[in-house]
Protein backbone atom coordinates (compact mmCIF):
# COMPACT_ATOMS: atom_id res chain seq x y z
CA UNK A 1 0.00 0.00 0.00
CA UNK A 2 2.85 2.23 0.55
CA UNK A 3 2.57 4.69 -3.19
CA UNK A 4 5.83 6.37 -3.91
CA UNK A 5 5.65 10.29 -3.97
CA UNK A 6 6.81 10.08 -7.75
CA UNK A 7 3.25 7.60 -8.08
CA UNK A 8 1.48 9.91 -5.84
CA UNK A 9 2.28 12.94 -7.88
CA UNK A 10 0.89 10.85 -11.15
CA UNK A 11 -2.23 9.97 -9.26
CA UNK A 12 -3.18 13.51 -8.17
CA UNK A 13 -2.33 15.15 -10.97
CA UNK A 14 -4.65 13.13 -13.35
CA UNK A 15 -7.02 13.62 -10.65
CA UNK A 16 -6.79 17.41 -11.00
CA UNK A 17 -6.85 16.90 -14.60
CA UNK A 18 -10.33 15.28 -14.59
CA UNK A 19 -12.03 17.59 -12.16
CA UNK A 20 -10.53 20.54 -14.31
CA UNK A 21 -11.69 18.70 -17.67
CA UNK A 22 -15.37 18.63 -15.72
CA UNK A 23 -15.70 22.05 -14.78
CA UNK A 24 -14.17 22.78 -18.13
CA UNK A 25 -17.67 21.90 -19.79
CA UNK A 26 -19.59 22.33 -17.04
CA UNK A 27 -22.40 24.41 -18.55
CA UNK A 28 -22.35 22.53 -21.95
CA UNK A 29 -23.07 19.10 -19.29
CA UNK A 30 -26.36 17.72 -19.21
CA UNK A 31 -27.29 18.48 -15.73
CA UNK A 32 -28.96 14.90 -15.07
CA UNK A 33 -27.28 12.41 -17.06
CA UNK A 34 -29.20 9.75 -19.02
CA UNK A 35 -28.44 6.64 -17.49
CA UNK A 36 -30.80 4.36 -15.84
CA UNK A 37 -29.55 2.85 -12.18
CA UNK A 38 -29.84 -0.91 -13.43
CA UNK A 39 -27.14 0.69 -16.03
CA UNK A 40 -25.23 2.73 -13.84
CA UNK A 41 -25.29 -0.40 -11.45
CA UNK A 42 -22.99 -2.58 -13.90
CA UNK A 43 -21.12 0.38 -14.84
CA UNK A 44 -19.55 1.43 -11.25
CA UNK A 45 -20.36 -1.78 -8.81
CA UNK A 46 -19.53 -5.42 -9.83
CA UNK A 47 -17.18 -7.54 -6.77
CA UNK A 48 -14.26 -5.55 -5.08
CA UNK A 49 -11.17 -6.48 -7.29
CA UNK A 50 -8.76 -8.68 -5.34
CA UNK A 51 -5.48 -8.01 -7.00
CA UNK A 52 -4.72 -3.56 -7.30
CA UNK A 53 -5.42 -2.36 -11.03
CA UNK A 54 -2.76 0.32 -9.76
CA UNK A 55 -3.47 3.53 -12.08
CA UNK A 56 -5.37 1.85 -14.55
CA UNK A 57 -8.68 2.22 -11.13
CA UNK A 58 -8.13 5.69 -12.70
CA UNK A 59 -9.80 4.96 -15.39
CA UNK A 60 -13.17 4.48 -13.98
CA UNK A 61 -13.21 7.72 -12.51
CA UNK A 62 -14.13 8.65 -16.43
CA UNK A 63 -17.52 7.05 -15.69
CA UNK A 64 -18.45 8.62 -12.11
CA UNK A 65 -17.56 12.25 -13.87
CA UNK A 66 -19.80 11.46 -16.66
CA UNK A 67 -22.92 9.73 -14.74
CA UNK A 68 -22.53 12.78 -12.08
CA UNK A 69 -25.33 15.45 -11.61
CA UNK A 70 -23.64 18.41 -13.02
CA UNK A 71 -23.82 21.71 -11.04
CA UNK A 72 -23.89 24.19 -13.65
CA UNK A 73 -25.71 28.12 -13.02
CA UNK A 74 -28.87 26.33 -14.20
CA UNK A 75 -28.89 23.85 -11.38
CA UNK A 76 -31.30 25.50 -9.19
CA UNK A 77 -32.51 22.24 -7.24
CA UNK A 78 -33.37 22.19 -3.26
CA UNK A 79 -30.98 24.24 -1.26
CA UNK A 80 -26.94 23.51 -2.52
CA UNK A 81 -23.81 25.30 -2.84
CA UNK A 82 -22.16 25.29 -6.31
CA UNK A 83 -18.79 23.66 -5.44
CA UNK A 84 -16.53 26.23 -5.37
CA UNK A 85 -12.89 24.74 -7.04
CA UNK A 86 -10.47 26.70 -5.02
CA UNK A 87 -11.98 24.52 -1.67
CA UNK A 88 -12.24 20.89 -3.99
CA UNK A 89 -8.83 21.46 -4.49
CA UNK A 90 -7.77 22.00 -0.54
CA UNK A 91 -10.07 18.90 0.05
CA UNK A 92 -7.11 16.76 -1.70
CA UNK A 93 -4.16 18.45 0.69
CA UNK A 94 -6.97 17.79 3.49
CA UNK A 95 -6.71 14.26 3.09
CA UNK A 96 -3.39 13.63 2.85
CA UNK A 97 -2.84 15.52 5.93
CA UNK A 98 -5.37 13.06 7.56
CA UNK A 99 -5.60 15.13 10.83
CA UNK A 100 -7.80 14.56 13.29
CA UNK A 101 -9.34 17.26 14.74
CA UNK A 102 -10.01 16.32 18.18
CA UNK A 103 -8.26 18.65 20.40
CA UNK A 104 -5.09 20.87 19.48
CA UNK A 105 -2.93 18.20 20.50
CA UNK A 106 -3.68 15.94 17.83
CA UNK A 107 -4.06 18.20 15.28
CA UNK A 108 -2.53 21.98 16.02
CA UNK A 109 -2.33 23.54 12.84
CA UNK A 110 -6.20 22.22 11.90
CA UNK A 111 -7.67 23.10 15.09
CA UNK A 112 -5.92 26.63 15.01
CA UNK A 113 -7.87 27.23 11.30
CA UNK A 114 -11.17 25.95 12.22
CA UNK A 115 -11.34 27.91 15.28
CA UNK A 116 -10.30 30.74 13.06
CA UNK A 117 -13.08 29.78 10.38
CA UNK A 118 -15.69 29.21 13.67
CA UNK A 119 -14.94 32.94 14.38
CA UNK A 120 -14.81 34.43 11.19
CA UNK A 121 -18.50 33.29 9.73
CA UNK A 122 -19.92 34.32 13.18
CA UNK A 123 -18.43 37.45 13.05
CA UNK A 124 -20.00 37.85 8.87
CA UNK A 125 -23.43 37.24 10.31
CA UNK A 126 -23.47 39.47 12.97
CA UNK A 127 -22.74 37.01 16.16
CA UNK A 128 -19.30 37.76 17.18
CA UNK A 129 -18.23 35.90 20.31
CA UNK A 130 -19.85 32.85 19.67
CA UNK A 131 -18.15 30.06 19.56
CA UNK A 132 -18.73 26.61 17.52
CA UNK A 133 -17.62 24.03 15.36
CA UNK A 134 -18.01 22.63 11.95
CA UNK A 135 -20.25 19.48 11.10
CA UNK A 136 -21.59 17.64 8.05
CA UNK A 137 -24.27 19.73 7.73
CA UNK A 138 -27.63 21.33 8.96
CA UNK A 139 -29.30 18.61 9.62
CA UNK A 140 -26.09 17.54 12.21
CA UNK A 141 -25.98 21.12 13.25
CA UNK A 142 -30.05 20.80 13.95
CA UNK A 143 -29.82 18.13 16.30
CA UNK A 144 -26.72 19.62 18.11
CA UNK A 145 -28.58 22.92 19.22
CA UNK A 146 -31.22 21.07 20.08
CA UNK A 147 -29.06 18.43 22.54
CA UNK A 148 -27.63 21.85 23.85
CA UNK A 149 -31.14 23.14 24.38
CA UNK A 150 -32.20 20.05 26.02
CA UNK A 151 -29.56 19.41 28.28
CA UNK A 152 -29.75 23.12 29.29
CA UNK A 153 -33.89 23.27 29.81
CA UNK A 154 -34.84 19.36 31.09
CA UNK A 155 -31.75 18.20 31.41
CA UNK A 156 -31.50 14.50 30.04
CA UNK A 157 -28.21 13.24 29.84
CA UNK A 158 -27.48 11.59 32.87
CA UNK A 159 -31.15 9.88 33.46
CA UNK A 160 -33.35 10.36 30.45
CA UNK A 161 -35.87 12.00 29.13
CA UNK A 162 -38.26 13.27 31.48
CA UNK A 163 -40.67 15.87 28.90
CA UNK A 164 -40.73 18.88 27.65
CA UNK A 165 -41.64 20.55 24.28
CA UNK A 166 -40.22 21.67 21.13
CA UNK A 167 -42.35 24.20 18.83
CA UNK A 168 -41.46 25.24 15.38
CA UNK A 169 -43.56 26.49 12.55
CA UNK A 170 -45.03 24.32 10.05
CA UNK A 171 -42.95 25.10 7.59
CA UNK A 172 -40.09 23.91 9.02
CA UNK A 173 -37.63 21.78 7.75
CA UNK A 174 -37.73 17.91 8.31
CA UNK A 175 -34.22 17.43 10.20
CA UNK A 176 -36.42 19.31 13.46
CA UNK A 177 -38.20 16.48 13.41
CA UNK A 178 -35.93 13.79 13.16
CA UNK A 179 -33.39 15.91 15.77
CA UNK A 180 -36.42 15.68 18.02
CA UNK A 181 -37.34 11.94 17.52
CA UNK A 182 -33.24 11.52 17.80
CA UNK A 183 -32.99 12.90 20.99
CA UNK A 184 -36.08 10.97 23.01
CA UNK A 185 -37.98 14.18 22.66
CA UNK A 186 -40.52 12.54 20.50
CA UNK A 187 -42.22 13.73 17.67
CA UNK A 188 -45.35 13.88 19.66
CA UNK A 189 -43.86 17.04 21.63
CA UNK A 190 -43.08 18.60 18.82
CA UNK A 191 -45.52 21.92 18.45
CA UNK A 192 -45.98 23.25 14.49
CA UNK A 193 -46.85 26.49 15.02
CA UNK A 194 -49.36 27.84 11.93
CA UNK A 195 -47.54 30.02 9.30
CA UNK A 196 -49.05 33.04 8.02
CA UNK A 197 -49.74 33.93 4.43
CA UNK A 198 -45.77 34.69 3.51
CA UNK A 199 -44.78 30.95 5.20
CA UNK A 200 -43.94 32.89 8.14
CA UNK A 201 -44.54 31.82 12.35
CA UNK A 202 -47.20 32.97 13.87
CA UNK A 203 -46.10 34.98 16.82
CA UNK A 204 -49.35 35.29 18.72
CA UNK A 205 -50.34 31.46 18.24
CA UNK A 206 -46.71 30.44 19.51
CA UNK A 207 -46.96 32.77 22.47
CA UNK A 208 -50.48 30.72 23.32
CA UNK A 209 -49.43 27.38 22.38
CA UNK A 210 -46.20 27.43 24.90
CA UNK A 211 -48.99 29.48 27.18
CA UNK A 212 -51.13 26.72 27.27
CA UNK A 213 -48.80 23.89 27.50
CA UNK A 214 -47.16 25.91 30.67
CA UNK A 215 -50.75 26.30 32.58
CA UNK A 216 -50.90 22.43 31.96
CA UNK A 217 -47.60 21.82 33.55
CA UNK A 218 -45.38 20.95 31.11
CA UNK A 219 -41.73 22.64 30.09
CA UNK A 220 -40.75 24.07 26.85
CA UNK A 221 -37.33 23.51 25.70
CA UNK A 222 -36.69 24.92 22.49
CA UNK A 223 -38.48 27.07 20.44
CA UNK A 224 -36.93 26.79 16.14
CA UNK A 225 -37.19 29.93 14.37
CA UNK A 226 -36.50 29.37 10.62
CA UNK A 227 -33.81 32.13 9.08
CA UNK A 228 -35.13 30.68 5.59
CA UNK A 229 -37.71 28.07 5.39
CA UNK A 230 -36.82 25.79 2.95
CA UNK A 231 -39.57 25.56 0.38
CA UNK A 232 -40.11 29.33 -0.08
CA UNK A 233 -36.90 30.83 1.80
CA UNK A 234 -39.78 32.69 4.40
CA UNK A 235 -37.84 33.97 7.31
CA UNK A 236 -39.50 34.02 10.86
CA UNK A 237 -39.51 37.44 12.65
CA UNK A 238 -36.59 36.49 14.94
CA UNK A 239 -37.26 39.46 17.44
CA UNK A 240 -40.38 38.55 18.14
CA UNK A 241 -40.32 35.04 18.43
CA UNK A 242 -36.96 35.37 20.67
CA UNK A 243 -39.25 38.25 23.37
CA UNK A 244 -41.65 35.17 23.27
CA UNK A 245 -38.88 32.51 24.06
CA UNK A 246 -37.23 34.09 26.94
CA UNK A 247 -40.12 35.34 28.45
CA UNK A 248 -41.18 31.48 28.80
CA UNK A 249 -37.65 30.42 29.83
CA UNK A 250 -37.23 28.42 26.34
CA UNK A 251 -34.44 27.86 24.44
CA UNK A 252 -34.30 29.53 21.04
CA UNK A 253 -32.26 27.53 18.38
CA UNK A 254 -32.65 29.34 14.88
CA UNK A 255 -32.01 27.02 11.90
CA UNK A 256 -30.13 29.48 9.50
CA UNK A 257 -28.68 26.10 7.33
CA UNK A 258 -30.58 27.98 3.87
CA UNK A 259 -30.31 31.28 4.67
CA UNK A 260 -28.16 32.49 7.60
CA UNK A 261 -24.91 33.04 5.64
CA UNK A 262 -27.21 35.86 3.26
CA UNK A 263 -26.37 38.03 6.52
CA UNK A 264 -23.01 38.61 4.86
CA UNK A 265 -24.62 40.68 2.09
CA UNK A 266 -27.95 41.21 2.99
CA UNK A 267 -28.64 41.56 7.13
CA UNK A 268 -31.75 43.39 6.80
CA UNK A 269 -33.27 40.11 5.75
CA UNK A 270 -32.37 38.32 8.37
CA UNK A 271 -33.14 40.44 11.50
CA UNK A 272 -30.45 39.57 14.36
CA UNK A 273 -29.44 35.57 14.56
CA UNK A 274 -27.47 37.20 17.74
CA UNK A 275 -30.68 36.88 19.41
CA UNK A 276 -30.32 32.71 18.97
CA UNK A 277 -28.96 30.55 21.84
CA UNK A 278 -27.88 28.46 19.38
CA UNK A 279 -27.76 29.29 14.95
CA UNK A 280 -26.96 26.16 11.99
CA UNK A 281 -25.33 27.75 9.26
CA UNK A 282 -24.03 25.52 5.80
CA UNK A 283 -21.18 26.96 3.97
CA UNK A 284 -21.65 24.18 1.94
CA UNK A 285 -24.89 25.99 0.88
CA UNK A 286 -24.69 29.45 0.50
CA UNK A 287 -21.46 30.17 0.71
CA UNK A 288 -20.85 27.96 -2.52
CA UNK A 289 -17.94 25.37 -0.83
CA UNK A 290 -18.38 21.14 -1.29
CA UNK A 291 -21.01 19.15 0.27
CA UNK A 292 -19.58 18.28 3.62
CA UNK A 293 -19.54 21.40 5.98
CA UNK A 294 -22.27 22.55 8.09
CA UNK A 295 -21.69 24.73 11.30
CA UNK A 296 -23.25 25.14 14.71
CA UNK A 297 -22.52 28.29 16.82
CA UNK A 298 -23.91 29.06 20.47
CA UNK A 299 -23.52 32.13 22.26
CA UNK A 300 -22.48 29.63 25.85
CA UNK A 301 -19.53 27.40 25.64
CA UNK A 302 -20.38 26.23 29.04
CA UNK A 303 -24.32 25.05 27.27
CA UNK A 304 -22.11 23.43 25.04
CA UNK A 305 -19.98 21.62 27.33
CA UNK A 306 -22.80 20.83 29.65
CA UNK A 307 -24.53 18.72 26.40
CA UNK A 308 -21.22 17.02 25.24
CA UNK A 309 -18.91 16.38 27.58
CA UNK A 310 -18.12 13.21 28.37
CA UNK A 311 -14.45 12.62 28.26
CA UNK A 312 -12.25 9.07 28.62
CA UNK A 313 -8.66 8.94 30.22
CA UNK A 314 -7.72 8.06 27.03
CA UNK A 315 -8.50 11.73 25.30
CA UNK A 316 -8.03 13.44 27.92
CA UNK A 317 -6.37 16.94 27.91
CA UNK A 318 -3.07 17.03 29.76
CA UNK A 319 -2.24 20.88 29.67
CA UNK A 320 -4.18 23.72 31.08
CA UNK A 321 -3.17 26.19 28.47
CA UNK A 322 -6.29 28.24 26.92
CA UNK A 323 -5.18 27.27 23.43
CA UNK A 324 -3.03 24.17 23.44
CA UNK A 325 -5.79 22.77 25.66
CA UNK A 326 -8.82 23.17 23.34
CA UNK A 327 -10.61 19.94 22.15
CA UNK A 328 -13.76 19.88 20.07
CA UNK A 329 -15.16 16.72 21.64
CA UNK A 330 -15.81 18.91 24.88
CA UNK A 331 -18.10 21.16 22.82
CA UNK A 332 -19.62 18.63 19.73
CA UNK A 333 -20.82 15.38 19.85
CA UNK A 334 -17.95 13.71 17.76
CA UNK A 335 -14.46 12.56 18.37
CA UNK A 336 -12.58 11.85 15.37
CA UNK A 337 -13.20 14.59 13.07
CA UNK A 338 -12.16 15.68 9.12
CA UNK A 339 -10.62 18.92 8.52
CA UNK A 340 -13.44 20.18 7.00
CA UNK A 341 -12.05 23.78 7.55
CA UNK A 342 -9.05 23.98 5.28
CA UNK A 343 -11.49 24.22 2.14
CA UNK A 344 -13.57 26.95 3.23
CA UNK A 345 -10.35 28.94 4.94
CA UNK A 346 -8.77 28.68 1.76
CA UNK A 347 -11.88 29.62 0.04
CA UNK A 348 -12.17 32.63 1.92
CA UNK A 349 -8.65 33.80 1.72
CA UNK A 350 -8.52 33.32 -1.67
CA UNK A 351 -11.53 34.91 -2.80
CA UNK A 352 -12.12 37.47 0.02
CA UNK A 353 -15.50 38.01 1.92
CA UNK A 354 -16.36 40.42 -0.97
CA UNK A 355 -16.51 38.28 -2.82
CA UNK A 356 -18.85 35.86 -1.63
CA UNK A 357 -20.59 38.80 -0.42
CA UNK A 358 -21.17 39.77 -3.99
CA UNK A 359 -22.09 36.35 -5.28
CA UNK A 360 -24.87 36.03 -2.52
CA UNK A 361 -26.33 39.68 -4.20
CA UNK A 362 -26.26 38.04 -7.55
CA UNK A 363 -28.48 35.37 -6.18
CA UNK A 364 -30.90 37.58 -4.47
CA UNK A 365 -30.88 39.51 -7.75
CA UNK A 366 -31.45 36.54 -9.82
CA UNK A 367 -34.45 35.74 -7.60
CA UNK A 368 -35.53 38.89 -8.17
CA UNK A 369 -35.26 38.66 -12.24
CA UNK A 370 -37.25 35.21 -12.16
CA UNK A 371 -39.86 36.32 -9.97
CA UNK A 372 -40.58 39.54 -12.30
CA UNK A 373 -39.93 37.39 -15.58
CA UNK A 374 -42.66 34.49 -14.11
CA UNK A 375 -44.75 37.54 -13.02
CA UNK A 376 -44.98 38.85 -16.51
CA UNK A 377 -45.71 35.64 -18.48
CA UNK A 378 -49.27 34.81 -18.22
CA UNK A 379 -48.75 31.45 -18.85
CA UNK A 380 -47.19 31.81 -15.46
CA UNK A 381 -48.22 32.52 -11.59
CA UNK A 382 -45.81 33.66 -8.99
CA UNK A 383 -46.64 31.26 -5.96
CA UNK A 384 -44.20 33.00 -3.41
CA UNK A 385 -40.53 35.45 -4.03
CA UNK A 386 -39.49 34.99 0.34
CA UNK A 387 -37.08 37.04 1.64
CA UNK A 388 -34.42 35.22 0.38
CA UNK A 389 -33.55 33.63 -3.16
CA UNK A 390 -36.21 30.44 -3.53
CA UNK A 391 -38.73 31.60 -6.07
CA UNK A 392 -42.11 29.61 -6.30
CA UNK A 393 -44.12 29.66 -9.22
CA UNK A 394 -46.38 27.31 -11.27
CA UNK A 395 -47.89 27.05 -15.03
CA UNK A 396 -51.37 27.77 -15.58
CA UNK A 397 -51.83 25.66 -18.88
CA UNK A 398 -55.43 26.07 -19.68
CA UNK A 399 -57.36 28.28 -17.56
CA UNK A 400 -60.47 26.04 -17.28
CA UNK A 401 -57.93 23.13 -15.84
CA UNK A 402 -59.12 22.09 -12.21
CA UNK A 403 -56.64 22.60 -8.82
CA UNK A 404 -55.65 19.00 -8.81
CA UNK A 405 -55.15 18.69 -12.55
CA UNK A 406 -53.25 21.56 -12.83
CA UNK A 407 -50.97 20.14 -9.70
CA UNK A 408 -50.45 17.18 -11.86
CA UNK A 409 -50.00 19.24 -14.93
CA UNK A 410 -47.17 20.79 -13.15
CA UNK A 411 -45.57 17.72 -11.86
CA UNK A 412 -45.54 16.27 -14.82
CA UNK A 413 -44.06 19.26 -16.36
CA UNK A 414 -40.91 19.64 -13.31
CA UNK A 415 -40.28 15.84 -14.82
CA UNK A 416 -40.17 16.82 -18.18
CA UNK A 417 -37.80 19.77 -17.53
CA UNK A 418 -35.62 17.89 -15.54
CA UNK A 419 -34.95 15.05 -18.00
CA UNK A 420 -34.43 17.61 -20.84
CA UNK A 421 -31.15 18.33 -18.68
CA UNK A 422 -30.71 22.24 -19.35
CA UNK A 423 -32.17 23.67 -16.06
CA UNK A 424 -32.97 21.38 -12.87
CA UNK A 425 -35.80 22.37 -10.52
CA UNK A 426 -37.21 20.98 -7.69
CA UNK A 427 -40.44 20.96 -5.97
CA UNK A 428 -42.76 22.55 -2.89
CA UNK A 429 -46.01 22.45 -1.75
CA UNK A 430 -47.16 26.39 -1.42
CA UNK A 431 -50.90 26.84 0.20
CA UNK A 432 -51.35 23.41 -1.02
CA UNK A 433 -50.50 23.94 -4.65
CA UNK A 434 -48.03 22.09 -6.06
CA UNK A 435 -44.82 24.45 -6.79
CA UNK A 436 -41.54 24.56 -9.38
CA UNK A 437 -39.00 25.93 -6.99
CA UNK A 438 -35.91 27.26 -8.19
CA UNK A 439 -33.35 28.90 -5.59
CA UNK A 440 -29.72 30.63 -6.55
CA UNK A 441 -27.26 29.63 -4.00
CA UNK A 442 -25.18 29.16 -7.17
CA UNK A 443 -21.80 31.19 -8.14
CA UNK A 444 -22.17 30.30 -11.53
CA UNK A 445 -25.37 31.48 -12.38
CA UNK A 446 -26.08 34.34 -15.09
CA UNK A 447 -28.70 36.47 -16.22
CA UNK A 448 -29.31 34.45 -19.27
CA UNK A 449 -29.39 30.81 -16.99
CA UNK A 450 -32.37 32.41 -15.30
CA UNK A 451 -33.95 33.48 -18.94
CA UNK A 452 -33.11 29.83 -19.87
CA UNK A 453 -35.83 28.59 -16.35
CA UNK A 454 -38.85 30.70 -18.01
CA UNK A 455 -37.62 29.20 -21.50
CA UNK A 456 -37.81 25.44 -20.63
CA UNK A 457 -40.60 25.85 -18.53
CA UNK A 458 -42.73 27.59 -20.52
CA UNK A 459 -41.69 24.97 -23.52
CA UNK A 460 -42.40 21.92 -21.34
CA UNK A 461 -45.66 23.26 -20.27
CA UNK A 462 -46.91 23.64 -23.84
CA UNK A 463 -45.42 20.11 -24.82
CA UNK A 464 -47.22 18.33 -21.29
CA UNK A 465 -50.73 20.30 -21.90
CA UNK A 466 -50.69 19.37 -25.66
C1 LIG B 1 -33.85 25.12 6.31
C2 LIG B 1 -32.96 23.91 6.27
N1 LIG B 1 -32.58 23.34 7.42
C3 LIG B 1 -31.79 22.25 7.46
C4 LIG B 1 -31.35 21.67 6.29
C5 LIG B 1 -30.48 20.47 6.36
O1 LIG B 1 -29.20 20.77 5.96
P1 LIG B 1 -28.17 19.61 5.46
O2 LIG B 1 -28.74 19.14 4.16
O3 LIG B 1 -26.89 20.33 5.33
O4 LIG B 1 -28.18 18.55 6.50
C6 LIG B 1 -31.75 22.22 5.06
C7 LIG B 1 -31.35 21.59 3.79
O5 LIG B 1 -31.75 21.97 2.73
C8 LIG B 1 -32.55 23.38 5.06
O6 LIG B 1 -32.94 23.97 3.92
Redesign the pocket.
Known amino acids: MNVSTAEFRRVAARIADLAADYLDDLGQRPIVPAISGAELDRLLSGKCPEDGLGERALEALEGVVQHSRAQNGRFLG ?3 GSGEPVAAAADLLASALNQNVTAWRSAPAAITVERAVVSWLAQAIGCEGFRGSLM ?7 LAGLAMAREAKAAANASGYRGGLVYASEE ?5 PKAVALLGIGRDHLRLVPADSRQRMRVDLLDRAISEDRAAGLVPIAVVA ?5 ATGAVDPLAEISEVARRHGAWLHV ?5 ALAAIAAPERLGSLALADSL ?1 L ?1 P ?2 WLYQP ?1 DV ?1 CLLYRDAEAARRAFSATGDYVRTTTSDPVEGFAFFEESPELSRRFRALKLWLSLRYHGLSAFREAIRADLRHADALAERVASEPKLELLTRGELSAVCFRYLGDPELPQGDRDAVNESLLAAVDRAGRVYLSNARVGGRFALRACFTNHRTSDRDVDAVVDEVLRAGAAVSR
Open positions: YVLGGGSMANVHMSISAGTVDGAYGSDHKVG
